[in-house]
T-cell receptor
């Protein structure tokens, strides 16, 4: 158990819909990362938040957005869903102290999104 | 832009045999390098990391990796593979700006 929790575990929805994925980082971790893992794209870094502010951006679509709240939990919002958005979405946390570039990331169990 | 390449999509080894998984990176500054393992249906777990100092780093489960700056490589090794090592392995690079890049992963199959 990494200490990172993600809800829901599974999500099935239809094209065009909007969903919200939630992540609670390890106690004390300030950074939250979001990843998308699909068979054809592999593990793609989407976005990172550090203490409530966006810090790094990866291959995140404009239809997707994220935020980190004062209590450090994070939400990933996916809108206008397409079939190709079906994937496993991971959240990870890191950075209890100092610079986090060399800190390991602790991954949650993921949310499996299926878009029908 | 940084990149991570894992040249081997799938590797099969016999139990008890040695293992080497390759990882090559491209980045203009000093990289922070990681190896993670993912078992089916699970999140990723850190095996080991390198950011400075001794270029041979030891990790959990008997794994080690060697950083070779001249070859831009960070290969993962294990002297004797166990059936429980069957999983997918990811090499990753963090930049100073906090951006993470993962390789496409190598799936390890262990033959009895």
């Amino acid at each position: 158990d990494s200490g990172v929790t993600q809800t829901p575990k599974h999500l099935i929805t239809a094209t065009g819909q909007r969903v919200t994925l939630r992540c609670s980082p390890r106690s004390g971790d300030l950074s939250v990362y979001w990843y998308q893992q699909s068979l054809d794209q592999g593990l793609q870094f989407l976005i990172q938040y550090y203490n409530g502010e966006e810090r790094a951006k990866g291959n995140i679509l404009e239809r997707f957005s994220a935020q980190q709240f004062p209590d450090l939990h994070s939400e990933l919002n996916l809108s206008s869903l397409e079939l190709g958005d079906s994937a496993l979405y991971f959240c990870a946390s890191s950075a209890r102290t100092g610079s986090e570039s060399y800190n390991e990331q602790f991954f949650g169990p993921g949310t499996r999104l299926t878009v029908l | 832009a940084q990149s991570v390449t894992q040249p081997d999509i799938h590797i099969t080894v016999s139990e008890g045999a040695s293992l080497e998984l390759r990882c090559n990176y491209s980045y203009g500054a000093t990289p922070y390098l990681f190896w993670y393992v993912q078992s089916p249906g699970q999140g990723l777990q850190l095996l080991l990391k390198y950011f400075s100092g001794d270029t041979l780093v030891q990790g959990i489960k008997g794994f080690e990796a060697e950083f070779k700056r001249s070859q831009s490589s960070f290969n993962l090794r294990k002297p004797s593979v166990h059936w429980s090592d069957a999983a997918e392995y990811f090499c990753a690079l963090n930049t100073n700006a906090g951006k993470s890049t993962f390789g496409d992963g190598t799936t390890l199959t262990v033959k009895p």
